[in-house]
T-cell receptor
Framework: KAGVTQTPRYLIKTRGQQVTLSCSPISGHRSVSWYQQTPGQGLQFLFEYFSETQRNKGNFPGRFSGRQFSNSRSEMNVSTLELGDSALYLC?????????????????FGQGTRLTVV | AQSVSQHNHHVILSEAASLELGCNYSYGGTVNLFWYVQYPGQHLQLLLKYFSGDPLVKGIKGFEAEFIKSKFSFNLRKPSVQWSDTAEYFCAVREKDTGRRALTFGSGTRLQVQP
C-alpha cells in the first residue's frame, strides 16, 4: 500500500512569489492535514480537509490556503512568500469517516516538501 | 489553547542505557496520545498510540508509553536503547471530544545514542 506522497520534495522560491504544494493521501483515506515544521517553531498545524471541506484551521495568515479534490488529493498554496515561510511542509492522511468521527484515528505522514524562500 | 511540553530537548545516552522521555499536555478533556519518531532524513513515523483502555501501551521497536491521566502525562520509555534509536521524538495530542482532529505536537526531543 503506497504511503502519503508529497510533491515536489524540494522547492526554491523567491520572496514575493507564490507556491503550490501537492499531497496524495493513502488510498482510502479521506482526511488530509497540513503541518509546517521549522527549527524554531517545531510542528505547527496549518489546516485539515475532509471530504473537500476545510474542517480545522491553525493560526496562520490568509496567505496560506488549501483545498481538497474529490479524489482526496490536497494542495496547499502560499502566496506572497516571505523568508520566514522557509520550512518543511508535511502532509498527513487519516482514515475514512467512521474512525474520523470517533476521533480514534492515526495520522500517516509524508516525507514533506522542503521550501526555501530566498 | 492546548499545549504539549517535552521538557528534554536533547538527550545523550550510551547504548544499553534506559530511556524515558517526558510528555505533558494541558487539555483537560479526553485525548488521543501519540509518539512519533523522525530518523535523520526520514519522515515522521508512528511509534505508538493511546486511544483508550490499558494506559500502558506498547509500540514498535521495543518502545512503550504510560498514560497517567491525573498527571496529564504520556512518557515514552525503552529499557535498553540502541545506536539506531538516534532520532528526534515528538509527542502529539489530539482533543478527542471537541471534534478538532488536528494534532498538537511537543517541541521534540533529540536523542543521541553513543555506541
Amino acid at each position: 500500500k503506497a504511503g502519503v506522497t508529497q510533491t515536489p520534495r524540494y522547492l526554491i522560491k523567491t520572496r514575493g512569489q507564490q507556491v503550490t504544494l501537492s499531497c496524495s493521501p493513502i488510498s482510502g483515506h479521506r482526511s488530509v492535514s497540513w503541518y509546517q515544521q521549522t527549527p524554531g517553531q517545531g510542528l505547527q498545524f496549518l489546516f485539515e480537509y475532509f471530504s473537500e471541506t476545510q474542517r480545522n484551521k491553525g493560526n496562520f495568515p490568509g496567505r496560506f490556503s488549501g483545498r481538497q479534490f474529490s479524489n482526496s488529493r490536497s494542495e496547499m498554496n502560499v502566496s506572497t512568500l516571505e523568508l520566514g515561510d522557509s520550512a518543511l511542509y508535511l502532509c498527513a492522511s487519516s482514515l475514512g469517516p467512521v474512525l474520523v468521527e470517533t476521533g480514534n484515528t492515526e495520522a500517516f505522514f509524508g516525507q514533506g516538501t522542503r521550501l526555501t524562500v530566498v | 489553547a492546548q499545549s504539549v511540553s517535552q521538557h528534554n530537548h536533547h538527550v545523550i545516552l550510551s547504548e544499553a542505557a534506559s530511556l524515558e522521555l517526558g510528555c505533558n499536555y494541558s487539555y483537560g478533556g479526553t485525548v488521543n496520545l501519540f509518539w512519533y519518531v523522525q530518523y535523520p532524513g526520514q519522515h515522521l513515523q508512528l511509534l505508538l498510540k493511546y486511544f483508550s483502555g490499558d494506559p500502558l501501551v506498547k509500540g514498535i521497536k521495543g518502545f512503550e508509553a504510560e498514560f497517567i491521566k491525573s498527571k496529564f502525562s504520556f512518557n515514552l520509555r525503552k529499557p535498553s536503547v540502541q545506536w539506531s534509536d538516534t532520532a528526534e521524538y515528538f509527542c502529539a495530542v489530539r482533543e478527542k471530544d471537541t471534534g478538532r482532529r488536528a494534532l498538537t505536537f511537543g517541541s521534540g526531543t533529540r536523542l543521541q545514542v553513543q555506541p
